[in-house]
């Protein structure tokens, strides 16, 4: 055993986590009803994340766990490598199709999470250069605090540095410009040449870098400027994807107009890992059009898992029929209103909502350098006052809760918060 307490029996070696801070200390979670999770213990959790923002429909939905069942009990997984296809799988991109703000679009399923879908897009962009005959569009241009998953293209084009840095360079031909200046992109792309960028990777609210809903005016100039430079526009909408801005895509809220998505998360509502990756027609053209000899040679194992697909279908129809996306529109507002008093504390530099069922508290500067604990113990605070929140980019607490959260349940998280800051930030 080494250094390792023989008395800590877990074998499970957590992401992102200190194990050796955690031994004897993880939180079991074993159930979960509506927006409340419980622990091994019988304690009850106000779930501010819906898990890592994707459980939108809430928990305990059994509808979601027979479709899950029939369609295992018809066929589990088959493979759709080449010419193979499934109902599921047929029905659910026809869907995605449809729901997809762009005419025509094609959808290639991913097997896990967003980083799937971001390397599926990341690989998808240069293919189509090539395809087109301009072999030389390679770099991929991303934004600083952004954040694309955590495979080699995610982790090379995201934005956090504690995440990019220790494992650089992974994926080559990436390139960074300011989160918040279209000027800046559009100087990046002269400098590189823009015959030789492929794509623009941009999350339309920024999420696990702190929640930066986009500022005025910056997702138009930076869509402008991909056009005019014929650069592909790629919205990474992980998280905004499928309803959590208050529109089935944050896409068509700004009006983007993508060249491609990338979707995970809110596909399923993480009842079964499944991602998208939804393209115009653009993209999809040199490989679908009639005689096209291109191949995107691309795809993995359990792309187009049947049990998965049916999963994600059943999740739209329950948020179709039980109109949650507009659930989401109607609470950005109450959200809004119930985080705003937050900002008058003194340990609060920023508040950021507006974005459908999307915020964040910011930690003021001056306390953060003082006492780098100080974050982690203000999420500590927040648990008990039963309600789970994280840290993002060590600066700001998360709040995007399922879909299905009330307006009272919106107060209690707003209340947790506020208590925690006056149990940390004693000197005020
Ligand atoms: C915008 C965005 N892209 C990609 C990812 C990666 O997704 P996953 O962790 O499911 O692989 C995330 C995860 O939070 C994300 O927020």
Wanted: hydrophobic share 45%; net charge negative; aromatic share 8%.
């Amino acid at each position: 055993m080494g250094h390792i307490e023989a008395a800590h029996k877990s074998a499970f070696w957590n992401p992102f986590a200190n194990m050796a801070a955690l031994q004897g200390n993880a939180i079991t979670i074993v159930g979960g009803e509506g927006s409340t999770v419980y622990d091994a213990d019988g304690r009850a959790y106000l779930d501010a994340l819906a898990s890592l923002w994707y459980c939108n429909v809430g928990y305990g939905r059994a509808e979601l766990a027979e479709a899950a069942a029939a369609q295992m009990r018809q066929i589990a997984g088959f493979q759709t490598f080449e010419y193979f296809t499934n109902p599921p799988v047929e029905a659910l991109c026809c869907r995605v199709a449809d729901l997809a703000p762009m005419p025509d679009a094609k959808v290639f399923l991913t097997p896990g999470g967003g980083s799937d879908a971001v390397d599926t897009a990341g690989k998808l962009a240069r293919a189509y250069w090539r395809a087109v005959g301009q072999p030389n569009r390679q770099v991929i241009i991303s934004r600083s605090h952004a954040y694309h998953g955590m495979n080699a293209y995610g982790t090379s084009l995201g934005g956090i540095p504690l995440l990019t840095e220790p494992f650089a360079p992974l994926v080559g031909q990436v390139e960074q410009v300011p989160w918040d200046d279209p000027a800046a992109l559009e100087k990046t792309i002269e400098m590189v040449g823009d015959d030789k960028v492929a794509a623009f990777f941009c999350e339309p609210v920024i999420g696990a870098g702190g929640v930066y809903p986009p500022p005025e005016g910056y997702l138009q100039a930076v869509r402008e400027i991909c056009r005019r430079h014929d650069v592909l526009f790629v919205a990474d909408e992980v998280v905004t994807g499928y309803g959590r801005v208050g529109t089935w895509f944050a896409s068509e809220r700004f009006e983007l107009d993508p060249d491609l998505i990338t979707s995970a998360k809110g596909l399923s509502s993480g009842y079964l890992p499944i991602g998208a990756v939804i393209s115009g027609p653009k993209v999809a053209e040199p490989f679908w059009k009639h005689g096209s000899k291109e191949i995107f040679r691309h795809g993995y194992t359990y792309s187009g898992h049947p049990a998965a697909a049916a999963v994600a279908l059943a999740n739209l129809d329950l948020i179709e029929r039980e109109q949650l996306v507009q659930r989401v529109a109607a609470l950005e507002p109450v959200l809004a209103k119930k985080v705003a008093p937050l900002g008058d504390h003194p340990g609060v530099s920023a508040v950021r909502s507006g974005t459908g069922l999307l915020a964040a508290v910011e930690i003021a500067e001056d306390y953060r350098s003082a006492d780098p604990g100080i974050g982690q113990r203000l999420v500590t605070a927040v648990r008990d006052r039963g309600v789970i929140t994280r840290l993002l980019r060590g600066i700001a607490l998360q709040i995007s809760p399922p879909f299905v959260i009330t307006e009272a349940e919106l107060g209690q998280i707003a209340e947790a918060f506020a208590g925690a800051f006056d149990e940390v930030i004693v000197d005020h």
